[in-house]
Structure formats: structure tokens, C-alpha cells
């Protein structure tokens, strides 16, 4: 496989089209988020290659998964990789702006590896802006429309650079989301935290479980916490 490709276990990501390439964060949230019900709905938003919505699939064999992307070249991309998957019949991608979702239909989880570098300048190639900023949609359309879209028992989960946490508990919390799970990862034992998983809800939990994890405890060696959660869908 070249670089415009990305073989997991049981389905392939093509990713040509794609400004953002199938990458660590997308991988540990599709490992890592929660759904209430193995049966029901699941949105991803931004799906961009369609990876999330692909491993959240494999996961939950009895869901109905939906994928949406601003882009429309990722969303024909998404599109590709699912039909050439196992799951085709039970994933649909959506060419279109999240924000306009109807409510009439609720999801019971919701996953999203939002845009960021939202202070940073934007590129000048606008496929990649989209997908690398919040221009499209900041972090309080992002909470406000997945908890318009969220079922009143449902899970929001996402991955952000731990720089970004505080703008995004801020919108979460005007939104009316609660913390529900945090994990902080770093990618050896010696750095800070780069990264976090969040989980939120729309009713309070008294308890937030809150971990700590590690990507590489060696170089170029998974540890057992990140080689666990990814072992259904990594080949290596």
C-alpha cells in the first residue's frame, strides 16, 4: 500500500482525495469512543475519509452509521471506501453542512475529530483550510448542533490537541454538555499530554472517569494500553 492508502484489518481507507490522511487521532477515537447501544444511530461529523464512521461500524455491528463532510471531495471519497468495505450496507455518507442536520432524526452517539488550529493562519489551499481549521464550523456550532442532534441518553465523543481544551469545555459546557470521560495520551512516557479523547453527555455523572495513557512506550513500538485498544483494526 502507498501513501494514498491505508490497509486496517478488515477494510481500506483510500485517501487521495482527502486533505487530511488517515492519521493517529482519527485511529483513537474510532478505538475509543462509546455508543449507549450496540444497535442503534451513529453520526460522524466531518467525516472525511470516513475512517471514524468505518471503524465505529466494525464496532457496533448492529448500527446505522452516517457519515457527513462539508468537502465534497472527501465525501466522494468516504463514499468510495465504504462500498468497497464490509459495512456498506449499513453506513451511509453525506455530502453536506452538519449544522443544517434536521433534528427529526436523533443519533445515540456522535463522533467527531473536530478542525483545529483555530488561531493559526489558514493555508492557502482551501481543501485543506476546511479541513484544518475552524472556518467551516468553530467549536460552538460543533457542540450546539451535536447536542441538538444527540439523543437525550446518547454519547459525544471527540479527540483535540490538549492546547484547545479550554475553548472547547467552554462551548461544550454552553451548549449544555457535561464531562463525562476524559482520556489525556501522550505519545512517550517523558512528553505532556498532546492529545485528549472526551466524552460527553446530556445528563450529569457524578463521577468523570479520567485516565492518563501512553501511545509508545519505545520508539516505534505501540504499548500495551494503545496496541489493546487498536488491535482489531491495525494489521501490525
Known sequence: MGKNSFQFKQFTVNQER???KVGTDGTLLGAWANAPVSYGKILDIGTGTGLVALMMAQRFPEAQVVGIDIDEDAALQAKENVEASPFSDRITIIH???TKMDDKTLFDAIVCNPPYFVDSLTCPENQRTLARHAV???FDQL???AYKLLK???IFSIVIPTENNDAIETAAALAGFMISRICMIKT?????????LIEFRKTRIDNIDFTEEILEMIPNQRSVWYHELT???YIK
Open 231 to 233: 488491535k482489531d483494526f
Open 188 to 196: 512517550t512516557p517523558n512528553k505532556l499530554p498532546k492529545r485528549q
Open 136 to 138: 467551516s464550523m468553530n
Open 18 to 20: 482527502c486533505a487530511m
Open 152 to 154: 437525550n441518553d446518547g
Open 143 to 145: 457542540m450546539q448542533t
Open 96 to 98: 453536506g453542512d452538519a
